[in-house]
């Protein structure tokens, strides 16, 4: 639930994504991660909070939401705050009840946060994991009841560690963003995803109505392939079994990152067939595709 809400928030975002389909993780594998985000990975073990370690304090960028690591491989409550506890900056204190009515009150303007500022509420969740900051880590934003008016506890932390960064957040932002869509989970998820990469450019640009959703992959041969979904319809209740219908997506532009050292030879549209005229803009290949239906593949050829 977690990780297809967040998986969603960024998608709906146009942030590129992949998903660890191991257990493990592997060193070739973290050497190869700019970002990687924990959505509620209760059970950690030692092995792997030492490796994650390793790979922040090299320059990574680690998001962390509700109880990850509050727990060992097998299952077992921890008693020492967690196993990310020097990483994440953060002591976790067990559970604490569900609350309907929090929200996420920014206590500190900070780049996670994006154009939230301090003193802003955005709806949150209201089931969190009683925190409080340790060493350097610095609270942004609390989790606050408008019922009660009862501050539950820090809802997001962040912190600085090696030459990488972190951002943790005691609550699930991205599964209140599933049930919910409120955009201002999605925004905060993508300023925090943003924030953890350093400011690197995204892998891929897309202007298009909400709901085309766009996923790249390298190819085989090297060269970059942007798939994409329009998501894009309606459900016609007349028709007794509400029937749903994709409605086309006009002028939808695309742009995909030419790799550094490489070249853009041309934009062709797999499923349709025909190849689309391109520029080269900011270091990304940009084409407009007149109409997508339900799904097309874009392939950039690169020379």
Known sequence: MMCGGLALALLDER?????????EMSEEWLRGQKVIALSGASGISVEEAKRLSAWVRSGGGLLATYD?????????????????????????????????????????????????AAGTA???????????????ARMIAECWNLGTGEVRGPAIVVNSYGRGRTVYVSGSLEANYLFDRVESNGRLLRSMVEYLGGGAPQAFKLQAPRGVY??????????????????????????????????????????????????????????????????????????????????????????
């Open 15 to 23: 942030i590129g994504l992949d998903v660890n389909p191991s257990t």
């Open 68 to 116: 990850s690591g509050l727990y060992d491989e097998k299952g077992q409550l921890r008693h020492d705050g967690g196993a990310l506890r020097d990483i994440l900056g953060v002591k976790m204190k067990g559970q604490l009840a569900s609350q309907p009515e929090c929200c996420y009150r920014v206590t500190e303007g900070h780049a996670a946060l994006g154009e939230y």
């Open 122 to 136: 955005v709806e949150g969740d209201g089931r969190i994991i009683p925190v409080e900051a340790v060493g350097g």
């Open 214 to 303: 766009g996923v790249l992959r390298q190819a085989m041969s090297g060269d970059l392939v942007l798939w994409l979904l329009a998501n894009v319809g309606f459900k016609d209740a007349a028709a007794g079994l509400m029937r749903q219908e994709f409605v086309p997506a006009s002028n939808v532009e695309v742009g995909i990152r030419v790799p550094e050292g490489r070249q853009p030879k041309g934009v062709r549209l797999m499923r349709a067939g025909h190849s689309l005229p391109h520029r080269l803009e900011t270091g990304y290949a940009t084409a407009t595709i007149p109409s997508l239906h339900i799904a097309e593949a874009v392939h950039l050829e690169l020379a």
